[in-house]
């Protein structure tokens, strides 16, 4: 699958900050004043300023709110009633905090539920999609909402919590990793059952219907970084768990939070790009891909 | 809704015979000629000229050579692609704003353009590569049948079936009603075998494709042969000098 960058932007930038707003909903920490002004800005900027990304991919952005009328049947509209639900809800819960300094807890569980539900409707939208069989797996939800909860206590400086869950995390996507290469190569669509020819012999795609690309070579058979996967998916884990882990078990220092922080985000946005990059969809089998 | 309908009144589909095809691309062009100049949007060419043109197309023709498990040479078939209009279709229930629909009243699967947000989720759901996007409009494009022929009283009654199948100079594309058992489609894939494109992928794709007959098999020898003088094994005359004259020299 193509690696659109204002994708990949969205689900980094909107998974770690619905991640931390998940964590401020559940109270950890519980912040008040100016402290809880720059907390909830991050968080909504981060969640916020994904789902801006993710309207650029849209051939019609201005046609965006139709997309809340079908969450009955749509994953994508359940999304989007997700982040309008759980932007609404943590705006209420920072609003009261911030200007009142008053606490509804129960306000900031909902809110916090809201936020991980988020982050599960968007894994969702991969999930359920059986013509890429690398996404057709039980990883995304899992590692969606792992590395948005992660992600989210690391930003919210949870230190004695992220660092073991940042071990298990790395564990849990190399785990993840080698899966979903055993389901991509067991996949029972082939070239054979996608063009029913498969029943006189063996089936080769002799010409593409042009010699250009098209909208679905561009879209769904990219294969440019598949040869670098190895390289990129070891980068991703040193960048999203080796190196914070090593910068938070130093002693505490605000810089090296930081730096643990955007170590973090850049190992996730890798992941991410690879999540697009070495997922195979079916009609790739087409054009001999 | 991009809820399926639980059933439709009938299943208007193609019937596409890869025993025939002869891969001429007449119905590519046909398609992108009817359903640039009528319902929706324009299918769009973009750097038509330059270096790497690219535009959309409902229909496209690949080509496969597959070797046969019983021996002999390879065989080419040539492989007419375009929307299947699935009973089940993957491509309906993901849409987030309800422009993809499946039609009750005769199955067909359509766009309605001004409610696209060219989201390109639809496209990912086709196992098939049936949908792409606009590259001007932005918009998903598919295979429409030929909705604006079809019902089509303005124009002459054989002219009232999709673009493609009335192009087709071999026949090789049929459209009609696969859920009546007695339509000629339904007949035809009865008759010839037809069968389902991915079939794992559980779409239950209404469009049928034919399998390619078995080949001919030609006998190794001629049944006159016996009676035939047989062939000199032997060189004659000059040859048969050159012949002698080389092998004493060798």
């Given at each position: 699958?193509?690696?659109a960058?204002?994708?990949?932007?969205?689900s980094t930038?909107?998974?770690l900050?619905f991640?931390l707003?998940t964590?401020l909903?559940?109270?950890?920490?519980?912040?008040s004043?100016w402290?809880?002004?720059?907390?909830?800005?991050?968080g909504?900027?981060?969640?916020?300023?994904g789902?801006?990304?993710a309207?650029?991919?849209?051939?019609h952005?201005?046609?965006?709110?139709k997309?809340?009328t079908?969450?009955?049947s749509?994953?994508?509209?359940?999304?989007?009633?997700?982040a309008a639900a759980?932007m609404?809800v943590m705006?209420?819960?920072?609003?009261?905090?911030?200007f009142t300094?008053?606490?509804?807890?129960?306000?900031?569980?909902?809110?916090?539920?809201?936020?991980?539900?988020?982050?599960f409707t968007?894994?969702m939208?991969?999930?359920?999609l059986?013509?890429?069989?690398?996404?057709?797996?039980?990883?995304?939800?899992?590692?969606?909402?792992?590395?948005?909860i992660?992600?989210?206590?690391?930003m919210?400086g949870q230190?004695?919590?992220?660092v073991?869950?940042?071990?298990?995390?790395?564990v849990?996507?190399?785990?993840?990793?080698?899966d979903?290469d055993?389901k991509?190569?067991?996949?029972?669509?082939t070239?054979?059952?996608?063009?029913?020819l498969?029943?006189?012999?063996?089936?080769?795609?002799f010409?593409?219907?042009?010699?250009?690309?098209n909208?679905l070579?561009?879209?769904?058979?990219f294969?440019?970084?598949?040869?670098?996967?190895?390289t990129?998916?070891?980068i991703?884990v040193?960048?999203?768990v080796?190196?914070p882990v090593?910068l938070?078990?130093l002693?505490f220092?605000?810089?090296?939070?930081?730096?643990?922080v955007?170590?973090?985000?850049?190992g996730?946005?890798a992941?991410?790009?690879?999540f697009f990059?070495?997922?195979?969809h079916?009609?790739?089998?087409y054009y001999g891909? | 809704?991009?809820s399926?309908?639980?059933?439709?009144?009938k299943?208007?589909?193609l019937v596409?015979?890869?025993?025939?095809?002869?891969?001429?691309h007449?119905?590519?062009t046909?398609?992108?000629?009817?359903?640039?100049?009528n319902?929706?949007?324009?299918l769009?060419d973009?750097?038509?000229?330059g270096?790497?043109?690219?535009g959309?197309f409902l229909?496209?023709?690949h080509?496969?050579?597959?070797?046969?498990d019983t021996g002999?040479p390879?065989?080419?078939f040539?492989?007419?692609k375009?929307?299947?209009?699935?009973?089940?279709?993957?491509?309906?229930t993901?849409c987030?704003t309800?422009?993809?629909y499946?039609r009750v009243?005769?199955?067909i699967v359509?766009?309605n353009?001004?409610?696209c947000?060219?989201?390109g989720?639809?496209?990912?759901?086709?196992?098939?590569?049936?949908?792409?996007m606009?590259?001007?409009?932005?918009?998903?494009?598919?295979?429409?049948l030929?909705v604006?022929?079809i019902?089509?009283?303005?124009?002459p009654?054989?002219?009232?079936?999709?673009?493609c199948?009335?192009?087709?100079?071999?026949?090789?594309?049929?459209f009609?009603?696969?859920?009546?058992?007695e339509?000629?489609?339904s007949?035809?894939v009865?008759?010839r075998?037809?069968?389902?494109l991915?079939?794992?992928q559980?779409?239950?794709?209404?469009?049928?494709?034919?399998p390619?007959?078995?080949?001919?098999?030609?006998?190794?020898?001629?049944v006159?042969?016996?009676?035939?003088?047989p062939?000199?094994?032997e060189?004659?005359?000059?040859l048969?000098?050159?012949?002698?004259?080389?092998?004493?020299?060798g």
């Open positions: 699958m193509h690696p960058p204002s994708i990949i932007m969205f930038l909107s998974g900050g991640g707003l964590m909903g559940l109270g950890f920490p519980e912040v004043g402290v809880a002004f720059i907390f909830f800005a991050i909504f900027a981060l969640a916020g300023g789902l801006i990304s309207t650029f991919h849209l051939g952005p201005e046609r965006a709110l997309s809340f079908q969450w009955r749509s994953w994508l509209s359940r999304e989007a009633w997700a759980a609404a705006g209420l819960y920072a609003a009261l905090i911030i300094d008053t606490r509804i807890a129960i306000l900031g569980w909902i809110g916090a539920a809201l936020s991980l539900l988020t982050v968007t894994s939208i991969y999930t359920q059986k013509t890429v069989p690398r996404w057709n797996h039980w990883s995304p939800p899992v590692l969606f909402m792992a590395y948005a992660v992600g989210g206590l690391l919210a230190v004695t919590v992220a073991p869950l940042l071990v298990a995390l790395g849990l996507q190399v785990v993840a990793w080698v979903q055993r991509e190569n067991a996949s029972d669509t070239l054979a059952t996608a063009t029913g498969g029943t006189i012999g063996t089936v080769k795609a010409e593409s219907p042009h010699t250009g690309g909208y070579t561009h879209e769904m058979a294969r440019v970084a598949r040869k670098h996967a190895q990129l998916k070891i991703s040193i960048l999203a080796v190196v090593i938070l078990l002693p220092h605000h810089l090296l939070a930081l730096l643990a955007v170590s973090h985000f850049a996730v946005a992941q991410r790009w690879l990059a070495e997922a195979k079916v009609v790739s089998l891909r | 809704m991009t399926l309908p639980t059933h439709t009144e299943s208007l589909g596409i015979d890869l025993d025939t095809c002869v891969g001429c007449a119905c590519v046909a398609c992108k000629g009817w359903n640039t100049e319902y929706g949007a324009p769009a973009v750097d038509a000229y270096a790497e043109p690219v959309s229909n496209r023709i080509s496969y050579e597959v070797q046969p002999g390879a065989q080419l040539h492989f007419p375009s929307c299947l209009h699935c009973a089940d279709a993957p491509c309906v993901v987030p309800g422009a993809s499946k009243e005769d199955g359509l766009v353009e001004s409610d947000i060219g989201c989720l639809c496209a990912w759901a086709c196992p098939y590569g049936a949908r792409e606009d590259p001007s409009e932005k918009v998903m494009k598919k295979c429409t030929c604006d022929r019902y089509n009283e303005n124009l009654e054989e002219d009232r079936q999709p673009a199948v009335r192009t087709c100079p071999a026949g090789a594309r049929h009609g009603d696969l859920s009546d058992p339509s000629d489609v007949k035809l009865a008759e075998g037809g069968f389902d991915m079939p794992e559980g779409t239950a794709p209404v469009n049928k494709y034919l390619p007959r078995p080949k001919d098999e030609v006998p190794e020898f001629d006159l042969a016996p009676y035939l003088e062939v000199a094994e060189p004659q005359g000059f048969g000098w050159l012949d002698k004259t080389l092998e004493r020299i």
